[in-house]
């Protein structure tokens, strides 16, 4: 079996690929570890795949062709469906992550971890993106209970086990930490490395990433906690919601049963008059609706096939099926 299958997403990185290639190899030699490359390209437009093509004459390389830009996750996700090497580090193309570091993230995971995030301590980034991504990396320590300070370090190491229980999708590569946990992989660790300024090309970093990467990370925490069990979620609130509305209606209704009957008073409003009546008879439908859909949640979830459709225009290296 191969020692270690190192996964590059990348996206327009041509000029990079020659270098971090040569990098990987001569690193990969001196310490004695038999690897794969598994290069994917995200749908470039430059001349990337040119290179994969190139470089896989004279280098262990599976490369895979996206025929359009489907972002970051895909690319690991489908990286990952092909990788057999017993750990699997993650790394940019850009040469920001240091193949040095490759060896030493080995041996962790060898030690027993399942997964190990490098935690870019001292960083070559504009204070746009590293003071949100701080935010960030808070919030998610906070919500999974993970102490990791940099959980959207693309490079990582990950034991071949974890690997392929991953399905990740959006902007979740940034959260694979979290999802490692919810799938019973607990043993995280951190490992501070080297951040190098980019050498080539510009970034591909946006601010709408932070806004995505956001909505991800609450789908994970919901997802996580409910996506076997949605009538859980559903079904209180539906629940509540219900109780609620038939406690006001009936209270509503006490009013004006007390004011005939029992206290003989000919001053009372009638109940349809009263805009709380209507707020409950609200309550009670929505309390319905929520139990239904947690209902239908649950059928769902029995009859489930997931599936990402991502078309490869193109490969290297991949057995013919």
């Known amino acids: 079996m191969v020692q270690v299958s190192v996964v590059i997403p990348l996206y327009n990185e041509e000029e990079s690929l020659p270098e971090l290639v040569n990098w990987i190899s001569r690193v990969m030699i001196e310490h004695g570890l038999s690897y794969e490359l598994v290069m994917i390209d995200d749908g470039s437009n430059d001349g990337s795949w040119e290179q994969i093509q190139k470089l896989s004459v004279d280098f262990p390389i599976k490369g895979l062709k996206f025929n359009r830009n489907y972002g970051k996750s895909a690319a690991l996700n489908v990286g990952f469906k092909h990788c057999e090497g017993d750990v699997v580090i993650t ?6 992550d240091s193949p040095d570091e490759i060896p030493e993230l080995y041996a962790m995971i060898k030690e027993g971890y399942h997964l190990v995030s490098g935690w870019k301590k001292t960083r070559h980034d504009p204070i746009s993106k590293t003071i949100p991504s701080k935010f960030f990396n808070r ?13 959207n370090c693309g490079l990582k190491a990950y034991d071949h086990k974890l690997v392929k229980t991953l399905e990740v999708y959006g902007e979740m590569h940034r959260y694979i930490p979290v999802i490692a946990k919810r799938n019973g992989f607990t043993k995280i660790g951190e490992k501070v490395v080297e951040h190098r300024a980019r050498k080539y090309g510009t970034t591909k970093f946006g601010l709408e ?14 997802v996580s906690r409910y996506k076997k069990r949605p009538m859980h979620f559903f079904g ?5 919601s219900f109780l609620v509305g038939f406690a006001f209606v009936g209270w509503i209704s006490w ?15 009638d109940v349809v008059d009263q805009p709380l009546f209507f707020l409950a008879i609200a309550a009670i439908i929505i ?3 929520l139990f239904l859909v947690g209902f239908l ?20 290296g991949l057995e013919k099926k």
């Open 236 to 240: 209180t609130l539906g629940t509540l």
């Open 255 to 269: 009013q004006k049963i007390h004011a005939i009957y029992i206290s003989k008073s000919n001053v009372y409003r």
């Open 209 to 222: 990433r932070f806004i995505n990467g956001f909505l991800d990370l609450i789908s994970i925490s919901f």
């Open 287 to 289: 309390g319905v609706q």
């Open 297 to 316: 949640g649950e059928m769902m979830t029995m009859n489930s096939q997931n599936k990402n459709d991502y078309i490869l225009e193109d490969h290297i």
């Open 91 to 96: 790394m940019d193309a850009d040469l920001q």
């Open 139 to 151: 919030i998610t320590r906070i919500l999974s209970g993970i102490k990791l300070h940099d959980f």
